[in-house]
């Protein structure tokens, strides 16, 4: 019992006050342009620029020519609390950070109906960072019994002794950084005057690097490709496929799908993530309408689903490796190595777009995520606190020219929380966000 309470103390110690980089449907960012998020991120069947195809190629049948550059700017504010189980002592840490997501579409239609476009998107990812002991990574490390013990048990004995009096348990440098960017040429044609098929061939690159975890070296089937070993670089490809269709000149309905895409493994980190380094993109598919309400106004919706559960190094619950008898059959990096825990969620999706002159279309969403983390997994998510469910988007478009518009959006992610259970007792991990974003339209 003293071994695992030391194991997860450590965990917890390395990864409070961590700053996260994370998307909020899971990972998964809530829409893929500027436009979409204004309306809750909804676009299956309801697609407005070059960039539809990352929601639904076969929207970009409807866009016509067009460029669009986009940059939001993301600021996730998280916090992470930990409470002994004797109730000896309680530290908590919280950070705010600024993450800047560009996006990149063009489109262009080579006839009346067949179009080729591509665009360039961040699907996801986490940054880290933490440089020193603060009190509250103090605080952690007094909770351990191990290091307690050297105090006679005295908590406040322990939190005010020098720093060389706690041992070697301090860590030093702890950080975390992974990115994902889609790079997707598309095809899409109308079959007729009201349907439209697409595909769009996916080249996804990963990028992960991870500093200052030593203290796993004892849990990982590969100590040596654990930590500290810059970054690593992972590549792999996909596909997209995706069907609209305008079922009466007012109602719209579309299609989409992903399967998983399998990703080479990160070489440099085959002793951390299970499958010996591999961190694959999980299947995604959902259907979406659209609604011409009245001039002017048209209100959209989605259902998502996102296959979370399905891949190892994201599903595989937490307490694999800490309660693992034998590294190299169930620790770090094995098939059967800890993972973040994450379910499979539903997303749902509504928005907006009213166009209240030649000049403005303002717009508002809302979207919805089922929750992917357990309250048995929560100490491990202080990593990736991906628990926002609810969003509420504002949007607006402004015609500078026939041809040239500014948009804006805004997302306000309400605060969730999520305290941990069984391994994970006495950990609570939190999460709020707001987003801004800005992108250019130029149709040619």
Not at 102 to 124: D, K, Q, T
Not at 368 to 381: A, D, G, K, M, R
Not at 383 to 405: K, N, Q
Request: aromatic share 10%.
């Amino acid at each position: 019992m003293i071994r695992t309470g030391f194991k997860r103390t450590m965990l917890f110690s390395m990864l409070l006050a961590s700053g996260v980089a994370s998307a909020t449907d899971g990972y998964f960012q809530p829409g893929y342009s500027v436009q979409s998020v204004g309306m809750g991120g909804v676009g299956i069947a309801f697609p407005q620029d070059a960039l539809a195809t990352a929601t639904n190629p076969a929207g970009m049948a409807w866009v016509g020519d067009q460029v669009n550059f986009g940059l939001s700017v993301f600021r996730p504010d998280r916090n992470a609390t930990f409470t002994t189980q004797a109730g000896a002592a309680s530290f908590s840490g919280n950070q705010t950070q600024q993450f800047y997501i560009p996006e990149f579409g063009y489109n262009h239609m080579l006839n009346s109906r067949l179009a080729v476009g591509i665009a360039v998107f961040g699907n996801g990812g986490m940054n880290t960072g933490y440089s020193s002991l603060n009190t509250a990574t103090r605080g952690a490390q007094c909770a351990n019994p191990q290091v307690l013990q050297m105090f006679g048990g005295n908590v406040q004995q322990c939190l005010a002794s020098p720093a060389g009096q706690l041992g070697a348990f301090g860590v030093g440098s702890v950080g975390v950084d992974l990115q994902q960017l889609f790079i997707a040429p598309t095809v899409a044609w109308r079959i007729d005057d009201n349907n439209s098929i697409g595909i769009a061939l996916d080249y996804v690159h990963q990028n992960f690097g991870v500093t200052g975890i030593q203290a796993f070296q004892g849990l990982s089937s590969n100590p040596a490709n654990l930590t500290n070993n810059k970054h690593a670089q992972s590549d792999g490809f996909g596909f997209r496929i995706g069907w609209t269709g305008h079922i009466t000149p007012d109602l719209t309905l579309g299609a989409t799908y992903q399967p998983k895409i399998s990703m080479s493994p990160f070489k440099r980190y085959n002793g951390l993530f299970a499958e010996g380094g591999k961190f694959d993109i999980p299947a995604n598919y959902g259907v979406g309408i659209a609604w011409n309400a009245s001039p002017g106004l048209t209100l959209a919706g989605d259902v998502e689903r996102i296959d979370y559960g399905s891949i190892p190094a994201i599903a595989n619950p937490m307490i694999n490796s800490l309660v693992c008898g034998t590294p190299s059959s169930c620790g770090l990096g094995t098939a059967n190595g800890s993972g973040f825990g994450w379910r499979n969620v539903t997303v749902v999706k509504l928005g907006a777009a009213w166009a209240m002159d030649s000049q403005w279309t303002l717009r508002a969403g809302w979207n919805h995520s089922s929750q992917p983390i357990t309250s048995e997994n929560v100490l491990f998510n202080v990593l990736a606190p991906g628990v926002i469910e609810d969003h509420v988007t504002l949007g607006a478009t402004y015609a500078m020219s026939r041809d040239l518009a500014l948009s804006f959006d805004y997302v306000h992610a309400f605060n969730q929380t999520i305290t941990g259970t069984g391994a994970s007792q006495g950990t609570q991990i939190g999460m709020s966000q707001n987003t801004v974003g800005l992108s250019l339209g130029w149709k040619y």
